[in-house]
Each structure stands twice: as C-alpha cells, then as structure tokens.
C-alpha cells in the first residue's frame, strides 16, 4: 500500500472529546447537573453533534489547504500545476562532448560505448548522442576526435566534471581506450521530479508572474547547453536590434581552445542545432526554450588575431615573451568578447605587470583583419570579430 501523503492528513478534532464537551453543556443547561446516561437521547445527540463538527472541520480545513499550493496534496498539486503550464518533470539524461584519440583516419562505429567512473554497484554509460548529425565518423588526421555523447540512463549520477576520465567499452582497432570528458563536463541529466520539488518551481513561478527575459537570462540557458563554457552577445558599434538578440557561443576544449584553432567557435551544424534549442522552427513563436514573441539567433564569431609588438629600451634581455602572452591571453579572455571595445593602456598596463623590471617605449598593437577603426585610446572590433592573441614580440631597442 502506498504511503499516504503527510500533505493530506488532516489534524482533526477527537469525536470523544467533542462529544464530552457537549454531555458537559447537556448536563448544566438540560439535566440540573446530572449525567447525561449512556445511550439516552442526550447521549445520542451529543455523539451526532461530535461527528458533525469533526466532518465539518475536515471539510474546510482541506477546501482552505487544497486552495493554496503551499499546503494542498500531491495529487492536487499536480492538477494545479498542470492547469498553469508547469508540468512535472521527468529524469533527463546527462549530455557533453567526450574526446577520442587513436590512429589517425581510424573509423568511429556509430555503436561506441563509454563507461565512466562507477556508480554504486554499476557504472555509468555513454553512447553517441542520435539527436546530433555533427558527431564525426572517424578520427582526424592528428588522431582526434570530439563526440557528442548521452547518458544511456537518466539520473543526476550521470553528470561528470570535466576532465573525468571514461572508457572505450569495447575494444575497438585504431581507438585508445581512455577518453576523457572535456567542454562544460556531462550536464543536464535530473531524477525524477519530486512533488516537492514541483511545489517550489510553481511558487517560484507565481511569484515571478510573467516570463520576462533579458540578455543575461538568455547568456544564463546558454550555458547550460552541452559543452559550452562561455558565450556573449555582440559589443560593436551600432549594434543591434534590440528586438533581436544574437549569442556568440564557445565551446573551449571541445572546438580548438583558447590558444589554438577555432579558439572554442563551433561548427554551423551545432549553431544550427542551438538555435533549433532556444527558438525553435519559427523564430518568435515560443517552439524553443525562449518565449514568445522574442526573436534572435545563434552565430558563429569570427576569431581576428591582435598581434603585440613591445618596444623595449632598458632591461630587455631579462624579458620572458612567455609571460607576457599568458597575461594578455587571460586577459582578454577575460574582459572581452566579441564586437569588443579594446582599451590600448590596459593591455599596456597588463605587460608592465607581467614582466615588471624592463622599461617599454610603447606597445604597438595590429590585427589582421576585423579592425573597425583605432584612435588614440581604443581599438574597436568589428560585429561579429572575436579577439585572440596573435604572435606577440619584444623590439630590442637598447642602445
């Protein structure tokens, strides 16, 4: 039999102690002051009273409790709930980008399994994700790959930190047996959703009231798509529509990294696949996760190298180029994005920093394309250009 939800038990009034109340009034207001005896009509009427108030009480207790959704039953609450758009949630399943390495060109069965670390008396397992068409088919010609995989079960368990370590589960001709997870890690998978859990969201959405979106609500969803680490929305000059916004994800560590080629900017089919996500088939029309009546759109940036060139005069031979491009790679990393207004004496004041004792000239910074205009403070980015840090030199001027 299954338990009763404590929600619906109602505190009720003890019939025999109402009943003995009312014996009570009988006999001072009835009888003089003598017993009411058993089974006299008195003692009838007293018991009827009793179970008339106990009903009663009962009855509007639950009808105030089943009116509010902080007290009303499981069961109601679901009805309620479902009658305002919010449905119960079932388990979903764990979702991320798993990294493959092995003999170069070597073939990617479409039935690869991963297992990762164990779960209790089992171990997690990972398949190719089926609702992707980007998934590779065979390793590169370096001997790599990135694929999207999904947890074969649903549950929170599944979830993995980047950087775990799974296991090709067969093995396979030209695939290395360790894969590790990288991107965002294996996110998204949930149990199954508790009535408690119901009860908070609906709360939590009548005190909201109505859906009203912003930029870092829509940078907040993003980045719980699987693999993305950062996104941002278009900085430049003269952008955008505000009736229409465009998100610039990146993937780093599945797509390239911060350092190396395509800097974490994803293919068009997973931009394709992400806006089908967020706004559905007809933009506008609330088929995504954005509601409707707003429009917008993924987009790939394009990656503009800035390359340094520091013009030093004292201390020169003591200078490491390497830390020089650690610093300004975190930093831009950092403070900026695409579209971005660049100030020249922050990444100037970023090298001073870095390499402390030499004493600079100047810094010259140039780009090889996306460059809208430069003046003596700033250098601005063209829509759509996202910086990397180029080739970054030391000009000896030490006389």
């Known amino acids: 039999m299954a338990a009763l939800d404590p929600f619906c038990i109602l505190e009720r009034p003890d019939i025999a102690e109402l009943s003995e109340a009312v014996r009570t009034e009988f006999s001072k207001r009835l009888l003089g002051g003598a017993p009411v005896l058993p089974l006299s009509s ?11 108030v106990n009903l009663m009480f009962g009855t509007i207790t639950q009808t105030l409790r089943e009116y509010d959704p902080e007290t009303m039953c499981c069961d109601n609450l679901v009805r309620y709930g479902a009658r305002h758009g919010i449905n119960m949630l079932g388990a979903t399943r764990a979702k991320g980008y798993i990294a493959i390495t092995g003999t170069p ?51 929170n368990v599944f979830n993995l930190p980047l950087g775990s370590i799974t296991t090709v589960a067969t093995t396979l001709p030209g695939i290395d047996i360790d894969a590790p997870v ?6 998204g998978g949930s149990d199954e959703e508790t009535c408690e859990h119901l009860r ?16 870092q609500w829509y940078l907040e969803q993003t980045a719980k798509y699987p693999g993305v680490t950062r996104a941002c929305t278009d900085k430049c000059e003269g952008c955008c529509d505000p ?34 996500w967020m706004f559905g088939q007809d933009n506008g029309k609330g088929q995504g996760i954005a509601p409707v009546g707003i429009t917008g759109h993924y987009l790939c940036a394009t990656p503009v190298k800035m390359n340094v060139v520091a013009h030093c005069f004292r201390g020169c031979k003591s200078i490491a180029v390497d830390r020089i491009t650690d610093a300004l790679r975190t930093y831009i990393r950092g403070v900026y994005c695409v579209g971005s207004k660049m100030c020249k004496e922050h990444l100037r004041s970023v090298i001073y920093t870095a390499v402390g004792e030499p004493c600079f000239s100047g810094v010259t910074f140039t780009f090889d394309q996306g460059l809208r205009r430069e003046d003596a403070a ?8 996202y910086p990397v840090l180029g080739e970054v030199t030391v000009s000896n001027e030490e006389h």
């Open 200 to 215: 908070i969201r609906i709360l939590n959405a009548e005190a909201t009231g109505v859906l009203s979106t912003n930029e």
């Open 378 to 385: 700033f250098l601005v980015l063209e829509c759509g250009a």
């Open 42 to 52: 008195e003692d009838i009427l007293a018991f009827v009273m009793a179970g008339t």
């Open 105 to 155: 060109d070597a073939p990617i069965p479409s039935n690869i399994r991963f297992i990762g670390p164990t779960i209790g008396p089992a171990s997690g397992e990972y398949k190719l994700d089926p609702g992707v068409t980007f998934n590779p088919t065979k390793l590169n010609a370096a001997g790599g790959a990135v694929v999207r995989v999904v947890s074969e079960l649903p549950g």
């Open 243 to 276: 009736a229409h916004i465009e998100i610039y994800p990146f993937f780093e560590g599945v797509y390239g990294t911060v350092e190396e080629e395509p800097y974490g900017i994803p293919p068009p089919e997973v931009i394709d696949e992400m806006n089908l």
């Open 182 to 187: 990288v991107g965002g890690g294996l996110s």
